[in-house]
């Protein structure tokens, strides 16, 4: 019975962490740039998602919402943070070509995407 308990909480967990990710998603995707007010939604969505979640899917919205703000340095080290720990997400070096700040970094990116996905042009 407590395994039934614990594995139902887990599953309402996972629901309630899968809707505020679509939340978030949903507002990063809405403007180029966010207003404080969506930004802050955005975050305190982004909050309560990561909460027991190792997926590094937040890390990334979290960036996208930084980027979307106006804070390049925030997303970047959000960025970087995701891609030293998962170096074949596919996903993180995207993320770094979109919010690179130079040339390089943007190569960087696209050097890495193209050892993971060769045949992707």
């Given amino acids: 019975m407590v395994v ?4 139902c909480a887990w599953f309402v967990l996972g ?3 899968a809707h505020e990710i679509a939340g978030a998603t949903a507002i990063a995707s ?13 975050d305190s969505l982004l909050a309560d998602a990561g909460t027991l979640n190792p997926d590094t899917q937040v890390e990334l919205l979290r960036a996208q919402v930084a980027l979307e703000r106006g804070t390049r340095g925030r997303a970047l080290a959000l960025i970087r943070r995701v891609n030293s720990l998962e170096p074949d997400n ?9 919010a690179a700040p130079n ?11 193209l050892i993971l996905a060769p045949n992707v042009r």
């Fill in 30 to 42: 809405s403007a180029t740039q966010l207003s404080a007010s969506q930004a802050a939604r955005a």
């Fill in 15 to 17: 629901a309630r962490q």
């Fill in 90 to 98: 596919i996903d993180g070096w995207l993320a770094l070509e979109r």
């Fill in 4 to 7: 039934a308990i614990v594995a």
């Fill in 103 to 113: 040339l390089t970094t943007f190569y960087v990116g696209a050097y890495h995407l």
